[in-house]
C-alpha cells in the first residue's frame, strides 16, 4: 500500500493500531487551537486526506486478569474511533460501517432479500434445534458468530475457529451452546471457492479449486494457519447479474471495500457465504493482490475511482 500511494505522489503516514495502546501513546487534544492528534505519527490534522484503516487495537498488552484486557481494549477502541471520526475526511471505511457490516446475521437476511443464494443457515443457542436443523438438511457445518476472545498476548497459538463439519458425535454433545449462540448451516457440495474483492467501483474475482484445498478441508484457511501457506488463486469470472447483487451488499452497507466469499456447486449456481468488510487481500497473490493495493490508493485520492462517496 505504501508503495501503491507513493506511485501517486502522496505521502502516506503509517500507524500501527495494534501497538496501541501499550507501546504507541496517543493524546487527542480537544482545546482552543482546534483538534490535534499528538503520537508516534505526528502530523497536522489540515494534512491528512483520507484514512484506510481497520482499528485492530491490544495485540501488544501483556497477559491480564480476565475482563481488564477487554476494557482496556474497548477504551482503545473508542479512543482511535474517536480520533478518526473527529478528522473530517473521507474514510476506507468509516468504522461504523464496518461494524454494522460485520454482522453475519444481518448479512445473511440482506443477501436472501437481494436474491442471493445462501445455505439452509440457523443461528441458535439451542441443542435441539440444531440436532432438529440437521435432521432436516443433512449434513450440517458450524461457524462462529465472532472468533474467541483473548486474555493474553496475541501469539500464533491464539485461538482461531474455522468452517467445521458436524459430526453424529458433536451433534450429541453440544456443551456450552446454551451459553454462545453460533451458526449452522447445510452443508453444500462444493467444486470451488471464490473470493470477490471490491474496491470502489471495480470489482476483482479469484477461485480456488476444491482439490487445492488441503485434504478437501471446508475451510481453506486453516491449513493456511497450520503450514503458513496459502494456496494459489486464479482470476476467475462471474455473471454480470451475481456482480451487481454483489455490489448491492457493499451499497447497503456503505463501503467502499469488501471482500465476499462465495462457492459454487457443481451445477455452477453461487452461493454467498460472509461479507469480510476489512478482509486481507496480499494472500491473493499476482496479479490481484497489486491491483487491489493500486485501486485502494485510488479509491483514497481520487473521488471518481468511489462507489459511495462519504464527504
Not at 26 to 34: A, I, M
Not at 44 to 51: K, M
Amino acid at each position: 500500500m505504501v508503495e501503491a500511494l507513493n506511485d501517486r505522489k502522496v505521502e502516506p503516514v503509517v500507524f500501527d493500531a495494534s501497538a496501541f495502546p501499550g507501546a504507541a501513546p496517543v493524546t487527542l487534544s480537544y482545546e482552543r487551537g482546534g483538534f490535534r492528534v499528538r503520537g508516534p505519527c505526528e502530523v497536522a490534522v489540515d494534512d491528512i486526506g483520507a484514512v484506510w484503516q481497520n482499528v485492530v487495537v491490544g495485540s501488544d498488552l501483556p497477559a491480564m486478569a480476565p475482563g481488564v484486557r477487554e476494557t482496556c481494549v474497548a477504551a482503545s477502541e473508542l479512543a482511535l474511533v474517536g480520533m478518526l471520526d473527529s478528522l473530517r475526511v473521507f474514510q476506507l471505511d468509516p468504522h461504523a460501517n464496518q461494524a454494522r457490516a460485520s454482522n453475519k446475521v444481518r448479512q445473511l437476511r440482506l443477501a436472501q432479500e437481494i436474491g442471493l443464494e445462501i445455505p439452509a443457515t440457523i443461528v441458535t443457542n439451542d441443542p435441539e434445534a440444531v440436532r432438529a436443523f440437521a435432521g432436516r438438511v443433512g449434513p450440517v457445518i458450524a461457524k462462529m458468530l465472532v472468533q474467541p476472545a483473548s486474555t493474553g498476548p496475541e501469539t500464533d497459538e491464539s485461538p482461531v475457529v474455522f468452517t467445521t463439519a458436524m459430526t453424529a458425535a458433536d451433534l450429541a454433545q453440544l456443551d456450552g451452546l446454551d451459553l454462545c449462540p453460533m451458526i449452522f448451516q447445510e452443508q453444500i457440495e462444493n467444486q470451488r471457492d471464490i473470493r470477490v474483492t471490491i474496491v470502489g467501483n471495480r470489482m476483482f474475482s479469484a477461485a480456488l479449486t476444491a482439490p487445492a484445498r488441503a485434504g478437501g478441508d471446508l475451510d481453506w484457511r486453516r491449513d493456511s494457519y497450520a503450514r503458513d501457506q496459502v494456496p494459489a488463486w486464479v482470476p476467475h469470472d462471474l455473471p454480470g447479474v451475481l456482480l451487481g447483487q454483489l455490489l448491492d451488499v457493499v451499497d447497503h452497507f456503505g463501503l467502499n471495500y469488501g471482500a465476499i466469499d462465495l462457492i459454487e456447486r457443481p451445477d455452477g449456481r453461487h452461493v454467498f457465504l460472509e461479507l469480510n468488510p476489512s478482509g486481507a487481500f496480499s494472500f491473493m497473490g499476482e496479479p490481484d493482490a497489486p491491483q487491489i493495493a493500486a485501486q485502494i490508493a485510488n479509491v483514497l485520492v481520487d473521488p471518481a475511482a468511489r462507489l459511495i462517496d462519504d464527504d
